[in-house]
């Protein structure tokens, strides 16, 4: 019990407050990270206490991983053990993760193949105020196709009161949804928001990637780049301002800087809000006034 304590407490000093105890049978077991949308499961952990007690925990929303060990191990043959295990860990966690991905990605294609063509008006289009493009619709749900390599392999969910939600268990890691047509020499936007994505194709006719979060912009980035080495990228980051960190500019910055490529955020005249933080944003205040 004190082990699975104390295994527990390294996943919340991580993770955030946890109220229950980890089981220790050496499976890899999900769970809801504090903080995250109510319903997924995005946590993982496996944790072994025969033997040696040791184990694995992360976030696959927010991607790596943390190792436990009971204490410091001095002994050279208790060491290689905790390694295999760890590594045992590794790859039972990057099955499960492809089998998760694969499955969406069939589940994602049969959806798509079944929708209409988005509704332009659509409630969350007319809140933002852009197209629909090339979005279908399930329902009174829009889909916004997650493509890697040219492949369907997720897809995002938008209720009409705007809550969004990605399949479960689905490939979202250097995936994005493009609006527009990719050129040699003409730019390529890479932003995180769909809404953000549209806005800014309308207002240049530049091909846009979404990226959907902003810790995908630079993995977005890296595989277009490699791609289409002759588009000029450009990251159009949001500026989070009321956020801590403000991660929408802070990880927009690391991406342009490991790219070596321009970015931009709103232009921000001081008159906004500053609750205001994309180009979406801006562009349905501007209107307004």
């Known amino acids: ?10 996943m ?3 993770l955030g407050p946890l109220d229950w105890l980890p089981i220790p049978d050496g499976d890899i077991h999900r769970f809801h990270v504090p903080g995250d949308k109510p319903g997924t499961l995005n946590g993982w952990y496996v944790l072994f206490l025969d033997g040696i007690p040791c184990g694995m925990f992360g976030s696959w929303k927010a991607g790596g991983s943390q ?3 009971s204490g410091k191990t001095t002994d050279h043959l208790e060491a290689q053990v905790i390694a295999r295990r760890i590594e045992q860990a590794r790859r039972q966690r990057a099955a499960k993760q492809h089998q998760g991905q694969q499955a969406a990605a069939e ?12 509704d332009p008006e659509h409630p969350y289009l007319v809140a933002k105020g852009v197209r629909s493009y090339a979005l279908r619709q399930a329902g009174d749900v829009l889909l916004v196709p997650l493509m890697r390599d040219g492949v369907l392999v997720s897809l ?3 209720k009409p009161d705007g809550n969004k939600r990605f399949l479960f268990g689905g490939m979202t890691k250097g995936c994005c949804s493009l609006i527009g047509t990719i050129q040699p020499d003409r730019a390529l936007y890479i932003c995180e928001g769909w809404a953000t994505a549209a806005t800014l194709h309308a207002e240049t006719g530049a091909a846009v990637a979404c ?3 902003a810790s995908n912009l630079l993995e977005v980035g890296q595989r277009l780049q490699r791609q289409h080495p002759d588009a ?3 990251i159009a980051g949001d500026d989070d301002r009321m956020t801590e960190g403000n991660p929408g500019r802070t990880y927009a910055i690391k991406a342009a800087s490991a790219l070596g490529c321009r970015m931009i955020f709103p232009p921000w005249s001081g008159a906004e ?5 994309d180009f979406n944003d801006l562009a349905n205040w501007s209107a307004a006034q």
Request: aromatic share 10%.
């Open 1 to 10: 019990m004190d082990f699975m304590i104390l295994f527990r407490d390294s």
């Open 12 to 14: 919340q000093s991580v």
């Open 67 to 69: 190792v436990w060990r």
């Open 107 to 118: 589940h994602a294609n049969r959806i798509w193949r079944n929708a209409r063509s988005a």
């Open 156 to 158: 995002q969910r938008i």
């Open 211 to 213: 990226a959907m979060t």
């Open 232 to 234: 000029v990228l450009i």
């Open 273 to 277: 809000p500053l609750t205001l933080s």
